[in-house]
């Protein structure tokens, strides 16, 4: 997405952490968020933030928005081979009727043993 | 909890054939959203729907057209296919009227064009 940018591969051992970048460009944005793609799969929405937020925690998940820099990060704790995905970071610039999301281009993890 | 149901889930057509995919959002979810992801791309919006009435549209070719229906399913059609065409194509729903954020995919058609 043209808008939406994230560096294409990642790799990490198992156990460690993953962190992964995305930067863009909408200052309008109001919710960006963070889906999972598994191989054939679909898209699965793993968490979201609101852009008046700087942090989310959900369980392995933290979410840092740095809105000045329009920069939001995923980080993974205590990877495991069932991470292996693509993570897709994704914009929209207001949550109304049919507002459309913007994805970036993915960054494929892969899990070193 | 009931998913965003896609179908078919393969479909293999000719070159200049046409296509019609099919979309069951979630029960009461009023929006619906069509995306094409082409292989090693990103999803690319393609159109929606609030309250079967379009409401944006995207990079959708003009062979290609869609509805939402009174009971909110929505399907895309799409003519002349070209092989270009091949694609996941994945459709998503969500709520105005609720607090979940985010938008639900269903598991995507594979379109492949021969």
């Known amino acids: 997405g043209e808008d939406v940018e994230q560096s294409l591969f990642l790799s990490v051992r198992e156990g460690d952490s993953s962190v992964i970048n995305c930067t863009y460009t909408?200052?309008?944005?109001?919710?960006l968020y963070w889906y999972k793609q598994e191989p054939g799969a679909g898209l699965q929405l793993l968490t979201y933030i609101f852009s008046n937020m700087d942090m989310k925690q959900d369980q392995r998940l933290t979410v840092l928005l740095n809105k000045k820099d329009k920069h939001l990060s995923l980080r993974i704790a205590d990877t495991q081979t069932g991470d292996s995905a693509i993570y897709f970071c994704?914009?929209?610039?207001?949550?109304?009727?049919?507002?459309?999301?913007?994805f970036g281009s993915g960054t494929r993890l892969s899990i070193r043993p | 909890a009931a998913g965003v149901i896609q179908s078919p889930r393969h479909l293999i057509k000719e070159k200049r054939e046409t296509a019609t995919l099919k979309c069951y959002p979630i029960p009461r979810h009023d929006t619906v959203y069509w995306y094409q992801q082409g292989p090693g791309q990103d999803p690319q919006f393609l159109i929606s729907f609030y309250e079967k009435m379009q409401s944006d549209k995207g990079s959708i070719p003009d062979r290609f057209s869609a509805q939402q229906f009174s009971d909110y399913h929505s399907e895309l059609n799409m003519s002349s296919l070209e092989l270009g065409d091949s694609a996941l194509y994945f459709c998503?729903?969500?709520?105005?009227?609720?607090?979940?954020?985010?938008?639900?995919f269903g598991s995507g058609t594979r379109l492949t064009v021969v």
């Open positions: 994704a914009e929209s610039p207001l949550y109304s009727s049919a507002s459309k999301i913007i």
């Open positions: 909408d200052s309008s944005s109001t919710y």
């Open positions: 998503a729903s969500s709520s105005t009227s609720t607090e979940v954020y985010g938008y639900t």
